[in-house]
């Protein structure tokens, strides 16, 4: 059984640009979210995917957006870069309905210069 | 008021002490509590779940919940160096669709 894979695992972009993460979730998983961890910090909920559609948001604007496949891997867009975005980018898959079963990636450690 | 508060630390422990790791939340509503833990450069990783209020024993670990204080617990028995990661406090919130973390507090066991 295979956990969940994120790439890359840095990134260095430049303020103003675009960036794109990706995820692999656990085997048997359906659901995928993703969350940013600033240093320091716990991670905050960006939002999650179920069965292709976003399944929740939390307080990011819309420059974050993102997309989930039929394999259930996902991907993380971020337009107009800020230097506040500079995080770790944490992917977790789970398994809908299941309350405890979060598993996370090692995330993407993104810097914007 | 956030929903979830923890003391960020850091915390340095002798190895074989008791550690007492803590967490405030604001809605009394919340019912699904959980421990992660998270070493340098990598992803939180699920240590203990609790359901409502009570304890739950794992090992050297245990996770406790006191609802009518609104006051979650991790208690780490004959703490040992490999046990240096932060640990994260998550409430599942947001209808269950996330989970809401602490600050997470930094642990330090020392030799």
């Known amino acids: 059984e295979t956990g969940v894979t994120q790439s890359p695992t840095h990134l260095i972009k430049t303020r103003g640009q675009q960036v794109t993460l990706r995820c692999s979730s656990q085997?048997?998983?359906?659901?995928v979210s993703w969350y940013q961890q600033a240093l320091g910090q716990g991670p905050q909920f960006i939002f999650q995917?179920?069965?292709?559609?976003?399944?929740g948001r939390g307080n990011f604007p819309p420059r974050f957006s993102g997309l989930q496949f039929p394999n259930y891997s996902s991907e993380l867009n971020v337009n107009a870069l800020e230097l506040d975005d500079s995080a770790l980018y944490l992917c977790?898959?789970?398994?809908?309905?299941?309350?405890?079963?979060?598993?996370f990636g090692s995330g993407t450690r993104l810097t914007v210069v | 008021q956030k929903e979830v508060e923890q003391d960020p630390g850091p915390l340095s422990v002798p190895e074989g002490a008791i550690v007492s790791l803590n967490c405030t939340y604001s809605?009394?509503?919340?019912?699904?509590f959980m421990w992660y833990r998270q070493y340098s450069r990598k992803g939180p990783e699920l240590l203990m779940y609790?359901?409502?209020?009570g304890n739950k024993e794992d090992g050297r670990f245990t996770a406790q919940v006191d609802k009518s204080s609104k006051y979650i617990s991790l208690f780490i028995r004959d703490s040992q160096p490999s046990d240096s990661a932060t640990y994260l406090c998550?409430?599942?919130?947001?209808?269950?669709?996330?989970?809401?973390f602490g600050t997470g507090t930094q642990l330090k066991v020392e030799l």
């Open positions: 977790a898959s789970s398994l809908r309905g299941s309350y405890y079963g979060y598993t």
């Open positions: 085997s048997g998983h359906n659901t």
């Open positions: 995917y179920y069965r292709e559609e976003e399944n």
């Open positions: 809605n009394s509503a919340f019912q699904y």
């Open positions: 609790t359901y409502s209020s």
């Open positions: 998550a409430i599942l919130t947001g209808g269950g669709n996330k989970l809401t």
